[in-house]
């Protein structure tokens, strides 16, 4: 005679069933990652900027008024340059950095401004390179620049009236003439003035040099 399940058994049996089933539902739960719990993620955008180097260079020409032989002129003096310039300080070459790199600025002696057997050009050409901000904020070496003068010291509305000179290159060879130009708005010029000396044997007739400058950023 078979024995009958009790109800007691029964809901056991039920019991057991269930537990079994939530037990494998929280194991399959886990092998899938999922807590059940809030979480947060963190994103990621980068981009890369790439260097320009772009320079302006305004009032590119500086004419000497007439000049003899063994006479001195100085952009730096508005009375030795023609009347395209009237104020001292302002008559020199001034070269912009426009682009978004600090930046080092090679001169070139492209073509000789005097032809005399006798040039000596730490005596007949020489130049001058005044940055328009030297604050150290937007200054940085200025070691390549031997012409440089600290305006900030001379009290010259950031022009230096005088300072040091350096010899041009020799025709056709370049230096680093300006280095660490910032590109700030306002604090990205530099001026360079020139110093002549008229050889005493050079011949008579219109004289034009060309200097040509290359900036490569700044290292």
Known sequence: ????????????????????S???IFLSFGNLGITGAA??????????ITE???????????????SNPGESKNSVESDDVDASCTTDGECGINITNDG??????????????????????????????TMGD?????????RCSTGYVNTTA???SGLALTGSWRAMPAQGAGEVAICCLNYTDDHDWVQVD??????????????????????IAWE
Request: proline letters at 2%.
């Open 100 to 129: 978004s790199a600090t930046i080092n600025i090679t001169m070139t002696n492209t073509e000789n401004l005097f032809s005399s057997a006798s040039l000596v050009y730490a005596q007949h050409y020489v130049y001058n390179i």
């Open 39 to 48: 979480s947060t993620g963190v994103g990621y955008t980068n981009v890369t």
């Open 1 to 20: 005679m078979k024995k009958e399940i009790s109800n007691n058994q029964i809901v056991l049996i039920a019991f057991i069933a269930i537990s079994l």
């Open 22 to 24: 939530i037990f494998s």
């Open 154 to 156: 001379t009290g010259n």
């Open 52 to 66: 320009t180097t772009d320079i302006t260079v305004v009032r590119a020409q500086i004419n000497f008024t007439d």
């Open 194 to 215: 020139i110093n002549i000396t008229v050889p005493g044997d050079e011949p008579a007739g219109i004289k034009s040099g060309t200097i040509t400058f290359t900036a």
């Open 134 to 142: 030297s604050t150290t904020d937007y200054v940085g070496d200025n």
